[in-house]
């Protein structure tokens, strides 16, 4: 079957526009601290992350799948409806309710592993925040959760590793023809 000629070269020319670069497709997957508990949806790290990678130019949708009160073994048993087929980049924020709610630093360890371990089987690259100590000033008034000046640095910090020297890439455009 023979296509049309100006349906080819529309193609070829949307396919050449920067609109229709890949979407870089990626889901925050954590407790109360990644769904914006005391700042809002819109100022959680998810949000800002989104905005600051769109900013770079990179085409980016950042789902926030936080959920207020969840353990790692909440996160791992909803994972895979959580990130669904097409996810390129998973961030994990597993934060400190297994510890606040009785669990072990053990099995902590154990339900994160075994996170990023389902995810890369399928693919996905995975960034884990989970940082050894955070900074006194990055806590709302409870001591547990974060301000929103921390999800901005969270958000700076997480966009500098997506779109470092590794950043994605668009397709590569075919080379213009040399004149001899």
Sequence with gaps: MEFPRALVLAAAVFASCPAAAATLNIVAIGASNTSGFGVGAQDAYPAQLQALLRKKGINANVTNAGANGDVT????????????????LVILQPGANDLRFFGTRQRRAANIAAMVQRLRVRGIRVIVYDPDKIPADFYQWDGIHFNAAAHAKIAAILAAQIAGPDKPQPPAQPAAPQKP
Excluded: N
Aim: hydrophobic share 45%; net charge neutral; no cysteine.
């Design 73 to 88: 073994a909440g996160m791992l048993g909803r994972l895979d409806a959580a990130v669904p087929k097409g996810t390129d």
